[in-house]
């Protein structure tokens, strides 16, 4: 059971360059999420997901896109990067939100993302 | 928008002390959580706390929750090395697809 794997676990960028960020949990997990970290801010939502073929936007959407065409994946990806981009990366999956089961997060070990 | 802040930002005790970490928030709330960050590593989760709890334990953990105050705290008991960590607390005043994380409480602990 390798709960949330997120890879890379490094990446520079150049200004306008385009990636994919990758997220795949191996728990069936419905819930899905991606998280940016950036000193003195906390963890800031992106994008969700409540299941397999919905998503909906976080508090940080601009410049980031996510598709969830399977349970187990939820990759994000960064159109255009820009330098203001630049921060830690985390993705996280529950098993339910918003119901009576447990909702806390399992977190992977995120991606570390440069924008020169 | 931040839900939950943290007080401190830093903490700095000896091994064996307790190290208490606070959490305030805004909107109404259905739970709250502690999670832990080891340095460049993924969140944790401690524990959650529902609304309509008022103390909740976990080994040498002890979270409150005073949803009059809108805040929370997080004692660690008999604190070891291996609490060196940051602790963020998170709600889902936004709505439960949305929980929103605090700054962080950093914690040292010397030994």
């Known amino acids: 059971n390798a709960g949330v794997t997120q890879t890379p676990k490094f990446q520079v960028l150049k200004t306008g360059q385009s990636m994919t960020l990758q997220c795949a949990q191996d728990m069936n997990h419905e819930y899905m999420s991606w998280y940016r970290q950036d000193p003195g801010m906390g963890l800031r939502l992106i994008h969700y997901s409540v299941g397999a073929g919905i998503t909906d936007q976080g508090e940080v959407p601009n410049g980031y896109n996510v598709s969830r065409s399977t349970t187990e994946d939820f990759p994000l990806r960064l159109l255009s990067a820009a330098p203001s981009q630049t921060s830690v990366y985390f993705c996280?999956?529950?098993?339910?939100?918003?119901?009576?089961?447990?909702?806390?997060?399992?977190f992977g070990s995120g991606t570390q993302l440069s924008v020169l | 928008s931040q839900q939950g802040e943290e007080d401190p930002q830093a903490l700095s005790i000896q091994e064996g002390e307790n190290a208490t970490m606070n959490c305030s928030y805004k909107t109404s709330i259905n739970n709250l959580q502690w999670y832990r960050q080891n340095s460049g590593r993924g969140l944790v989760h401690l524990i959650l706390?529902?609304?309509?709890?008022r103390e909740k334990h976990s080994g040498r953990l002890r979270v409150t929750l005073d949803t009059s105050k809108k805040s929370s705290s997080l004692l660690i008991t008999a604190s070891r090395a291996a609490d060196t960590a940051s602790y963020f607390c998170?709600?889902?005043?936004?709505?439960?697809?949305?929980?929103?994380f605090g700054q962080g409480t950093r914690l040292t602990i010397n030994p």
């Open positions: 996280a999956s529950s098993y339910s939100i918003g119901g009576a089961r447990d909702e806390k997060l399992f």
């Open positions: 998170a709600t889902d005043g936004q709505g439960a697809q949305k929980l929103v």
């Open positions: 706390i529902r609304s309509n709890e």
